[in-house]
Structure formats: structure tokens, C-alpha cells
């Protein structure tokens, strides 16, 4: 798997040439066709890029799956400090030009750039995750029913606190992550109406340093902590092992997002107070959108997962948890309430 970099905005043009160059022939007018046998595809990073522990890490998961299962080369490209959509424009441009298909850009930010780039390559599918703002024929929007994965959390917050308080923690007050939002406090309430839910998030838009900066995590789940929390549940991608270790380190409950954080290498240390994980299945998503280009049948338009098809759901790796067996009753009746249609899960606050 060829992994670029942070590319930085001084550099993108020249990284651009080499993609192209070295990829396709340099032909910049028409869509390259894969090079290698089992065809090439490229997924370009979040802010937090690889190594978050979470969003990014399940995206990777299904190009590394996909490599391993069809043969595909995969290519990996990271995002640059403060970059601006300009800097996503040209990373999609020389990826796509590179001849990978499909290009996958991880998080609603790339909404504007796919928008853009798309129609300069029809014959190249591009997945947009977490968003349906942008739309076209060779667009894929791979998006979650967060507000129901969420709403479990809430249910074992509320099952597991002993203080009657929880935390949750946004890493950027966004449309999506208020989702999480809704549904956590829904389950919590629904479940145990006197229990408090104490909410915060740690940057607001334009700034998006809430995803990719776990100091910020640790001190607002500490803060919290101290306020009475003991159950903490964080959507913040890299801000969020903040909140973890926080937890961990005053012995209280933490639920992880996005991935199985109870399983991430980098969380081990922490790992015992990872009470469960709100997960999305990224991963799958990606490995099923290169699955369908290779098939010839390139998925496009909306494709939703939810608690219904597993998309989202409620990790259980941690055996503490599954040891509660009127926690993971009680959970087990909500998801079958939700995909039943007697639980309506708000997606905002």
C-alpha cells in the first residue's frame, strides 16, 4: 500500500505531477484505467489522518481488506494542517488522475472538493463518507445512522452510572456529530430520566482542531469527571483518546466511537475502561464500494447503514460489559425496538 504523506499546500502541485506521472502515464484529460492486476484504489484522509484510533483507522481497515482480498493497490493520503478545500480539490484531482478507482474521501469536509472533482472524471466513482449534501452519478455517499448507535450508548450510560451523570463530548459542534449527540441523550433519558447528561463541545466550526487534538479531549472529560461523570462518551475522533485515558485514569467508564476502541493497539494502557464502543461500519463501507467497482457494478447515490444491516451498533468486546447482563438486556431491547420502528431516535438535540 503506497501511503502520501501530509501534503503540504506548497507542495500539493509537485505531489500532483508525481501522482500523475507515475500512475498514469501523465495523461491528465481522461480517466486512467487501474495498472495493476487487481485495480487501484485510494481513500484520502480526515483531519487526525491514520493513526486516530477510530474514524480513519476503520476506513483503512477496508482498503487494507480489499488489497488483501482482491488484490487491489491501495494508496493512502493524509491531510495537511489547516488546509483548506483548494488543498482536498487538487488531492482528489491527483489521485484520481493516478488512476485509482475508487477515490474515497473520509469525512463530510470533502463534500465541496468531491463536488467539484467529480465531474472531470465520470468514469472514476468517488465515495463521500458521512454526507448527502453533494450528490452525481459517480458519487457513492456512504453514510450511518449514528443517533441509533448512539442511542445503546445512552442506554448503558444510563443502566451503568452510579452518580446518575454522564458525559458526552463532541469534537466540533457539526449537523453530524450533533447526531451523536441526539441519540445519546434520548437513550440515557429514555432509559433513567433523572439521570444528568452533561454535554460540550470542544471547537466550533471553522475550527475542526476538536477531531485531531487529544489534550483537548482529556481535559474536557476530566473537567467533566470532576463535575460528577462517571460515564464518558466521546465523538471525536482523535480528541477522544483524550477522553479515554481521562477516564481511565480516575476509573471511570469511557465509551470509544467510530471503531471497537476496546481492540485499538494504541488504547491498550486503557483499555479495561473502555466499557463499549458506538461502532460505524466504516470499513465495510469502503471494502464494499471498491468491491462494486471491481465487480463492474460501482455503487453511487446514498448508501445507508444502519442498526438494521449491523452499520452501526454497539461493541461488545470488553468482557466487563457482556458480564452485565441486564446492561446488554436492556440494550439488546432497544436495538430490536429501533429496527422495529417503536423507537423514533432523534438526529438532532
Not at 35 to 64: E, M, T, V, W
Not at 120 to 139: E, R
Not at 140 to 146: D, G, P, R, S, T
Request: glycine share 12%.
Amino acid at each position: 500500500m503506497r501511503r502520501i504523506t501530509r501534503i503540504a499546500t506548497a507542495g500539493i502541485a509537485s505531489a500532483a505531477l508525481a501522482l500523475s506521472v507515475t500512475a498514469c502515464g501523465g495523461d491528465k484529460k481522461s480517466d486512467a484505467g487501474a495498472d495493476s492486476k487487481g485495480g487501484k484504489a485510494a481513500i484520502a484522509y480526515d483531519i487526525g489522518g491514520r493513526g486516530d484510533q477510530s474514524f480513519n483507522d476503520a476506513a483503512y481497515a477496508g482498503l487494507a481488506k480489499a488489497e488483501k482480498d482482491f488484490g487491489v493497490k491501495g494508496t493512502e493520503a493524509e491531510p495537511s494542517e489547516g488546509e483548506g478545500d483548494p488543498d482536498k480539490v487538487q488531492r482528489l484531482t491527483s489521485l484520481a488522475r493516478a488512476g485509482n478507482n475508487p477515490v474515497i474521501g473520509v469525512g463530510f469536509a470533502y463534500a465541496p472538493a468531491i463536488a467539484e472533482v467529480a465531474p472531470k472524471f465520470p468514469n472514476t466513482t468517488f465515495g463521500l463518507i458521512d454526507d448527502t449534501s453533494k450528490t452525481g452519478k459517480n458519487i457513492a455517499n456512504l453514510v450511518f445512522n449514528e443517533e441509533q448507535g448512539s442511542y445503546l450508548a445512552g442506554v448503558a450510560a444510563a443502566k451503568v452510572t452510579k452518580s446518575n451523570t454522564v458525559g458526552f463530548i463532541g469534537g466540533v459542534e457539526t449537523p453530524l456529530i450533533k447526531k451523536f449527540e441526539a441519540g445519546f441523550v434520548q437513550g440515557v433519558k429514555d432509559t433513567n430520566k433523572n439521570v444528568n447528561v452533561k454535554v460540550q463541545y470542544l471547537t466550533q466550526p471553522p475550527d475542526f482542531g476538536g477531531f485531531s487534538k487529544p489534550d483537548l479531549g482529556k481535559a474536557a472529560a476530566q473537567g467533566q469527571i470532576d463535575a460528577g461523570a462517571d460515564v464518558v462518551y466521546a465523538a471525536a475522533g482523535l480528541a477522544g483518546s483524550g477522553s479515554i485515558e481521562a477516564a481511565a485514569k480516575a476509573k471511570k467508564w469511557a465509551i470509544g466511537v467510530d471503531s471497537d476502541q476496546y481492540n485499538q493497539s494504541g488504547l491498550a494502557a486503557y483499555k479495561e475502561s473502555i466499557l463499549t464502543s458506538v461502532t460505524k461500519d466504516v470499513s465495510g463501507a469502503v471494502y464494499n464500494l471498491i468491491k462494486s467497482v471491481k465487480d463492474g457494478d460501482p455503487q453511487s447515490g446514498e448508501i445507508r447503514y444502519g442498526l438494521d444491516k449491523d452499520g452501526v451498533g454497539l461493541a461488545r468486546s470488553n468482557p466487563a460489559f457482556t458480564k452485565m447482563t441486564d446492561v446488554i438486556t436492556a440494550v439488546d431491547k432497544a436495538k430490536a425496538d429501533i429496527t422495529a420502528g417503536k423507537i423514533k431516535v432523534n438526529t438532532t438535540p
